[in-house]
T-cell receptor
C-alpha cells in the first residue's frame, strides 16, 4: 500500500543546532514533495516544495533534499531557535487531485 | 495568516446528528480541499472541489459530502455523526487544478469537531 512515514517520536535539540527531519515514502513516484509547518490547534503552513529533478532546495535557514532512489526527503533547519518548535509535515501527490500527508514530526528546540 | 477562514471554530455534536462546516477560500483561489486530522495524525484528504464540481475524493464514506459555491467558498457536510468523526477539519484553498500543477495549499485554522 502507499505510505508516507515520518519519525513519530518528538525531536528535541538545543538552540543553535541543526534539526534534521526525515520523510520516507513507498509505492509513489511523486513529481514533487512539500513540507509544511503546523502549530498546535492551527492549520498547516506551506514551507517548501522540491521537485523530483531537484536534489536540494533552500529558503533562509531551511533546506530540503529529495532522493527519488531512496524515496526519501530530508528537511533541515539550521541555527534552530525555540520559535521553530512545531510539528513538521511532509506531503506528496498520491493521485491526480489527492494529497497524502505524513503523520508529522514534532520538533522542540530547547533554549 | 493565509486569508482562508473557517467557521465555526469549535463544535460539539452528539452521535447521529448532522453538521455543516464552512470555508471561505483565499481571494483568487478556485480550488478547495477538505481534510480530517485526528489527534496526533497527519491530515487525511476527504475531497476536493474545483469550480463547483467534486474532482477527487479520499477514502471517506458518502455521508461526507460537500459543496462549492460560485464565489468558491465551500461547505463540508457530515451526516449520521460517529464518535470517530471527532477531529480537526481543515480546508485548504489553492489556485491550481490538474495533475501538472504544483498547487500550494493555503490552509484555514480548522474547525474542531467533538462528537459525544
Amino acid at each position: 500500500s502507499q505510505k508516507i512515514e515520518q519519525n513519530s517520536e518528538a525531536l528535541n535539540i538545543q538552540e543553535g543546532k541543526t534539526a534534521t527531519l526525515t520523510c520516507n515514502y513507498t509505492n509513489y513516484s511523486p513529481a514533487y514533495l512539500q513540507w509544511y509547518r503546523q502549530d498546535p490547534g492551527r492549520g498547516p503552513v506551506f514551507l517548501l516544495l522540491i521537485r523530483e529533478n531537484e536534489k536540494e532546495k533552500r529558503k533562509e535557514r531551511l533546506k530540503v533534499t529529495f532522493d527519488t532512489t531512496l524515496k526519501q526527503s530530508l528537511f533541515h533547519i539550521t541555527a534552530s531557535q525555540p520559535a521553530d518548535s512545531a510539528t513538521y509535515l511532509c506531503a506528496l501527490r498520491g493521485g491526480t487531485y489527492k494529497y497524502i500527508f505524513g503523520t508529522g514530526t514534532r520538533l522542540k528546540v530547547l533554549a | 495568516e493565509t486569508g482562508v477562514t473557517q467557521s465555526p471554530t469549535h463544535l460539539i455534536k452528539t452521535r447521529g446528528q448532522q453538521v455543516t462546516l464552512r470555508c471561505s477560500s483565499q481571494s483568487g483561489h478556485n480550488t478547495v480541499s477538505w481534510y480530517q486530522q485526528a489527534l496526533g495524525q497527519g491530515p487525511q484528504f476527504i475531497f476536493q472541489y474545483y469550480r463547483e464540481e467534486e474532482n477527487g475524493r479520499g477514502n471517506f464514506p458518502p455521508r461526507f459530502s460537500g459543496l462549492q459555491f460560485p464565489n468558491y467558498s465551500s461547505e463540508l457536510n457530515v451526516n449520521a455523526l460517529e464518535l470517530d468523526d471527532s477531529a480537526l477539519y481543515l480546508c485548504a484553498s489553492s489556485t491550481g487544478q490538474g495533475a501538472l500543477g504544483t498547487d500550494t495549499q493555503y490552509f484555514g485554522p480548522g474547525t474542531r469537531l467533538t462528537v459525544l
